[in-house]
């Protein structure tokens, strides 16, 4: 074999990609031969110069949150999704003021129509209705469970907006 | 070639699993392994970038059909090579070495010997070079090189000795080249 014909096989032998028989057979021709000696040299110091012309190369730091971007899970689509559970908390706030708003002045009046009822059908025996809604407990109840939702809400909120944005990642 | 290490094989499997903090994790490990790829066989930074973010996308829209975890980094740079090569064909990319301006700045300390490199490297064709920076650039044997390029491991041992043959040759100065100076 002549050493144009060797070259190949020296290439794979700095490589370590021959089978034994292979690897014996270019070791031998290496060393007789200088000149492929020379060769397998040059192979070897192409290969370090490469490898040290690229291996300190680094993607540009942007390229991760644009991956991120990509993939929906960047700041903007976080922000986006903070902004939807500021904007549902807040419905849900302004939904339990409302209802127990609406509770509270509902009871309020019913209380005040049950005594003029009362009033009116004097001798009657209201005691019942009294005991239960004299004590004004509905509308505990009312406040109690408007404050309970208000709350929820106000706490929701205050973790939507604490919540770090990268932690959001993390969440499927 | 990076190492795929216990940890690494846990952030993909939780990466395939759906979680998007491993698979963070995984693109901050992988990416500039990726980028090298991307850019030794592009030769430009901006190409180079989109190939890293294409082939992460790619990677995690496909990750549940990787079977074996520790194929990993093979896998993600045969996504990588392929779109890299994709732009190649489609741009039909002229491979004179691109002027210093259009260059993304080289961190490397020794510059020269660099942008020699890589003007040498642009002189290759598309398919020695993918060759040529799989070996030397990430480390994959023959055989790996073979499943990524899709191409008989007999061709990748031909590619690289041709590869190599001719990057000596443009290495070389110009008088013992016997071109024109």
Known sequence: ?172 | MLQLDDNHLRQIQAAKAGNREAFAQLVRSYKDFVYRTAYAILHDGAEAEDVVQESFVKAFLSLRSLRDERAFPSWISTIATRIALDIVKRRQVSWAPVSNSERLPAPSVNSDLRLDMEAALAQLSPEHRAVLVLREVQGFDYREIADILGIPIGTVRSRLHTARMQLRLRLLPPEQRGEPQ
């Open chain 1, 1 to 172: 074999m002549t050493c144009e014909d060797m070259s190949e096989w020296i290439s794979a032998y700095v490589d370590g990609e021959l089978r034994e028989a292979e690897r014996v057979m270019v070791r031998e021709h290496l060393h007789h031969c200088e000149s492929c000696r020379e060769l397998a040299k040059m192979f070897e110091s192409l290969s370090a110069r490469i490898e040290s012309t690229f291996m300190d190369l680094s993607a540009p730091p942007a390229v991760e949150a644009a991956i991120m971007q990509q993939l929906g899970w960047g700041r903007q689509a976080t922000q986006g999704l903070r902004l939807i559970w500021v904007v549902v908390c807040s419905a849900a706030l302004m939904m339990a003021l409302a209802v127990g708003g609406g509770l509270a002045m509902g009871v309020g009046g019913c209380w005040r129509l049950f005594r003029i009822l009362s009033h009116m059908l004097r001798g009657a025996n209201l005691l019942v209705i009294r005991t239960v809604f004299g004590q004004g407990w509905l509308g505990l109840a009312a406040m109690l469970l408007g404050m309970g939702m208000v709350v929820i809400c106000v706490v929701a909120i205050g973790r939507v907006l604490r919540q770090p944005l990268d932690s959001r990642l993390s969440s499927p």
